[in-house]
C-alpha cells in the first residue's frame, strides 16, 4: 500500500556554499544527506520514486535594503529572495551508499533523479509563488538543506475568505438569505475547516451566521466543543469574526455575549470581565503572539458591535494580508489546545448531562484565587531586586534558561553568595512548592532521600524527600544545599538516571528505587509532575569531588563576589516583597526548538577544538547548547542587544556552564592544546601551537578584544594553573 502514495512534491534549498557539491549531483544523478531524517516529513514519510524535487539554488535577499537580521529565520511576509531552480523527478526510494561522489564528505543516504527543467533567477516572493512554497524554500533554508513537502490542499480557506471580503457587501443589497456567498458562510468554510485541521466530529461542530431575517453586520463561523462548550449564546468557543467593512477576519477565542432574548446580553452580566481577565493570566501564553486587548471594535452598532465585551484572545488579519495555508492550520491548531487548556480551567464537566454550572464554579473560586501572570523580565528583576538581592537582570535569565533545557542546575560557588536564597527565590516567583534539604556526610546510597523497608519489622522509614514524595505536588522545586559533602555518584544515583528516562521532554523518568516501596508507604509516592532540582555546592576539605557523569546532565552556575560595592552589609533580603505578589506563568511552554544554523555551526567547531581532552562532549550536551540558546536569542530585544550579540552571550555562558568545569585534575598537554584551540574558535583564528609565556600572550589579546569574556577569563585561570601548579580545577 505504502508504494502507491500519491507522488508528492518536496523543496530543497541548496546555499551557495554547496554549490559545487550540486554540481556533482548533475553529473551523478544523484543527491545525498548526512542524515536519512533529510529526506523524510512526519506528515507524508521518506521522498520515494515518482516525487518531484525542487532544488532551490543559492537563495539570496531581494527585497528592499539591506538583509533582514537573522536572515533567514524571518518572518514569512519579509521571505523576498530570489534563486536558480531545477526541478527533478525523482528515480529511487531514499537508499544508503557511501561511494565517493563528493570532496568534502561522503553523505551516505541518498536518491536517484532526472532533470526536468531548469530555471534561472526565479522570485520567491509574494504574488509570484505561493505561500506554502515560499515556505517550504525558507524552512529548507533554515534547516540546511532538509526536504520540506508543499501539500497541494484540497481546500484553500484564503480563497474562501476571499469570497466573502469581495461579495458579501453586495449580498448585504439583496434579498434574505438569497446569494451565493450565504453558502460560502454556512457551507463551504465550516466544511473545509472540518478537513483543514481534521477536526473530531464527535468532539467539535462547526456553526455559522450570515444573519436572522436580515443580512448580519459581522458574520461568523465558529467552532464549538459540543460536549464542553455550552451554547453559542452564552458558552466558549472559536470563531471567525469579519469586520463590518469587510478590511479584516479575527479569528479569537470568546464567551458568547447574546444569551437568551429575554435577558440582558452576557456581556453586560456581572462578573464577564473579570472571567475573562482571569482566564487570559491562567492560559499558557508565554511566547505566543496572541492579543488579550479589549479593543477590539468589528462594527459601530448591533450585535456585531458587543462582540469585542466576550474575546478572551484573538489574531487579526488584515484581507490584503492573510496568512499562508500552513500559517492558518498552526493558528487553529495552536487555539483549539487554548480552548481545550480554558475549558480546563474552568472546571468544565466532560459529561454533556452535567447539571451544575461550571461558570458560577469558576467565578466563585476566582474571586478568591490570584492567578499567574505573563512572565515579564524585567518585572522580575525589579522584583528580586526590590527584595534586596542583588544580581544582573542577564544572570536571572540564564537561571531560567539553565531550568527549561534541563531541571537539574548546580550553583557554585563561596559559602554566603546567595545561592539558597535565589533557588527560593526562583520557588516564589513560579509559585512552585519549595523544599530544601541539607544533604548529610552520611549520605551512602539513594534510600536516605527516598526511604527504605526496615528490615526488623518489614515497615517504611522515611528519607529526606518524604514530605515532598507524599505532598501530591504539581510543580516543586528542590534545593539540595551543600551536595557535595556526600558522594553524588552514590546517593543521587536513582535520580542521575532518571533524568534520561522521560525522552524528548527532558524531565524526569521512573525512580528505580521508588518502586518497591509505594505499596509500603502509608500514603502514595510519586515526584512532582514539574520537579526541579538546584543543587548548590561549596569548596573546602571536606567536600567530594564531581565526577564527568554528574556535570554532564547540568549547567553549572557560579556565584561570586567580584566588586567590594556589590558586597551587601547593611540589610537582609525582605522576602514578603516577593511572595504577596503575583507569580509568573513559566516562560516556555514547550522545550521544542528549531534548528538555528549559525549556534549548530558554532556548537560542532567547539566539539572539534576539545575532541580528545576532558571537555569533549557527546550528542546530548550539544543539543541541549542548542536549545539553551535558541531559547534565549528572543531575549535579546528586551536586553536591548542585536540578536547576534545575544547569540555570542548565550554561547559564552554555555562553554563556561557545560564544557570547561570538567578540566581538572592533573595537568596534561592535550588540555592545555585544547583549551588553547577553543580559543581560536572563538577568535575565529587558527592559532598555532604556543607555549609558556606566549600563551599567556594569545588569552591578553583575547582579553583585550572583549568577545566571550566569561569563556577567556576561566581559560585563562585554567591554563596559568595548570602551567604554575601542574595541577588545575575548574573551583
Known amino acids: 500500500m505504502g508504494d502507491q502514495k500519491i507522488p508528492t512534491t518536496w523543496y530543497i534549498a541548496v546555499a551557495q556554499a554547496s554549490r559545487r557539491n550540486f554540481d556533482r549531483a548533475l553529473t551523478a544523478g544523484i543527491w545525498g544527506a548526512k542524515h536519512q531524517r533529510q529526506f523524510r516529513d512526519a506528515g507524508v514519510g521518506e521522498i520515494r520514486s515518482g516525487d518531484t524535487v525542487h532544488f532551490v539554488l543559492g537563495p539570496r535577499w531581494d527585497g528592499e535594503g539591506a538583509s533582514p537580521t537573522g536572515f533567514p529565520r524571518i518572518p514569512l511576509e519579509q521571505y523576498w529572495v530570489r534563486a536558480d531552480e531545477v526541478i527533478v523527478t525523482v528515480t529511487s526510494a531514499v537508499y544508503e551508499d557511501s561511494s565517493p561522489i563528493w570532496d568534502d564528505d561522503s553523505y551516505p543516504y541518498r536518491f536517484r533523479f532526472l532533470v526536468a527543467s531548469k530555471n534561472d533567477g526565479i522570485r520567491f516572493a ?192 488584515a484581507a490584503n494580508a492573510l496568512p499562508s495555508h500552513l500559517e492558518w492550520v498552526h493558528d487553529i491548531k495552536e487555539i483549539l489546545g487554548l480552548y481545550q487548556e480554558s475549558l480546563d480551567l474552568m472546571n468544565v464537566d466532560v459529561s454533556p448531562y452535567s447539571k451544575r454550572s461550571a461558570e458560577q464554579d469558576m467565578i466563585v473560586n476566582e474571586m478568591s484565587q490570584s492567578y499567574p501572570v505573563p512572565f515579564d523580565l524585567h518585572d522580575a528583576y525589579t522584583r528580586i531586586t526590590d527584595m534586596g538581592y542583588q544580581v544582573a537582570i542577564q544572570d536571572i535569565l540564564n537561571v531560567l534558561l539553565s531550568i527549561q533545557v534541563r ?179 513559566w516562560p516556555w511552554v514547550s522545550a521544542d526548538t528549531p534548528e538555528e544554523p549559525s549556534t549548530h555551526e558554532m556548537i560542532r567547531k567547539l566539539w572539534r577544538s576539545l575532541k580528545g581532552s576532558r571537555g569533549q562532549f557527546g550528542h546530548r550536551v550539544a543539543q541541549e547548547m542548542h536549545q539553551y540558546v535558541l531559547l534565549g536569542l528572543p531575549f535579546a530585544e528586551v536586553l536591548q542587544c542585536s540578536e547576534d550579540q545575544q547569540r555570542q552571550h548565550l554561547l559564552d555562558r554555555q562553554i563556561v556552564q557545560r564544557l570547561l ?37 594569545v588569552i591578553d589579546d583575547a582579553i583585550n578584544r572583549g568577545t566571550f569574556p566569561r569563556t577567556v577569563l576561566k581559560i585563562q585561570q585554567l591554563v596559568r594553573s595548570y602551567t604554575e601548579d601542574g595541577y588545575a580545577s575548574f573551583w
Request: glycine content about 8%; hydrophobic content about 40%.
Open 407 to 585: 531541571p537539574f542546575v548546580i550553583f557554585s560557588g563561596r559559602s554566603g553568595t546567595g545561592k539558597t536564597s535565589l533557588s527560593r527565590i526562583i520557588a516564589a516567583l513560579f509559585d512552585w512548592h519549595y523544599e530544601a534539604v541539607a544533604v548529610s556526610p552520611a549520605w551512602a546510597d539513594p534510600s536516605d532521600l527516598l526511604g527504605f523497608i526496615s528490615p526488623l519489622n518489614q515497615q517504611f522509614v522515611d528519607g529526606a524527600l518524604s514530605h515532598l514524595l507524599r505532598g501530591g505536588y504539581k510543580k516543586a522545586l528542590l534545593c539540595l544545599d551543600e551536595f557535595n559533602v556526600a558522594k553524588v555518584e552514590h546517593y543521587f544515583s536513582d535520580f542521575i538516571s532518571a533524568m534520561d528516562g522521560a525522552g524528548a521532554t527532558g524531565f524526569w523518568g521512573p525512580l528505580v528505587g521508588l518502586e518497591p516501596l509505594i505499596g509500603k508507604a502509608s500514603s502514595a509516592l510519586a515526584l512532582p509532575g514539574r520537579f526541579n532540582v538546584v543543587a548548590t555546592m561549596n569548596f573546602d576539605d571536606s567536600v567530594q569531588s564531581i565526577t564527568p557523569r554528574v556535570l554532564d546532565r547540568a549547567n553549572v552556575v557560579e556565584f561570586d563576589i567580584t566588586r567590594s560595592e556589590d558586597l551587601i552589609v547593611a540589610r537582609s533580603l525582605d522576602w514578603s516583597r516577593l511572595e504577596t505578589m503575583t507569580p509568573f506563568q
Open 126 to 317: 509574494p504574488n509570484t509563488v505561493s505561500d506554502a512554497i515560499r515556505d517550504a524554500s525558507r524552512r529548507s533554508l533554515i534547516a540546511q538543506g532538509r526536504a520540506i513537502p508543499v501539500p497541494e490542499p484540497m481546500f484553500s480557506l484564503n480563497d474562501a475568505l476571499h469570497k466573502v471580503f469581495e461579495q458579501f457587501p453586495d449580498a448585504k443589497r439583496q434579498a434574505f438569505p438569497h446569494h451565493p456567498i450565504s453558502n460560502v458562510i454556512k457551507q463551504e468554510i465550516p466544511s473545509g475547516l472540518h478537513q483543514l485541521v481534521d477536526l473530531d466530529d464527535d468532539r467539535y461542530i462547526v456553526l455559522s451566521s450570515v444573519g436572522q431575517g436580515n443580512w448580519a453586520t459581522v458574520p461568523w463561523i465558529a467552532i464549538l466543543d459540543r460536549i464542553r462548550g455550552g451554547s453559542i449564546q452564552d458558552g466558549l468557543y472559536i470563531v471567525l469574526l469579519f469586520s463590518a467593512d469587510m478590511g479584516r477576519v479575527v479569528l479569537a477565542l470568546m464567551f458568547g455575549v447574546t444569551g437568551p432574548s429575554d435577558t440582558q446580553t452576557t456581556s453586560h452580566r456581572p462578573g464577564m470581565g473579570e472571567r475573562i481577565r482571569n482566564l487570559r493570566q491562567r492560559l499558557h501564553l508565554g511566547g505566543t503572539t496572541w492579543r488579550v486587548d479589549n479593543d477590539l471594535t468589528l462594527a459601530e452598532r448591533g450585535i456585531g458591535s458587543r462582540y469585542g465585551k466576550g474575546v478572551v484572545l484573538y489574531r487579526s488579519y
Open 661 to 697: 568545569p570538567k578540566f581538572h585534575g592533573t595537568a596534561s598537554s592535550r588540555d592545555v592544546d585544547a583549551l588553547m584551540r577553543l580559543l581560536g574558535v572563538l577568535e575565529e583564528s587558527e592559532l598555532p601551537p604556543v607555549a609558556g609565556a606566549a600563551r599567556q600572550t
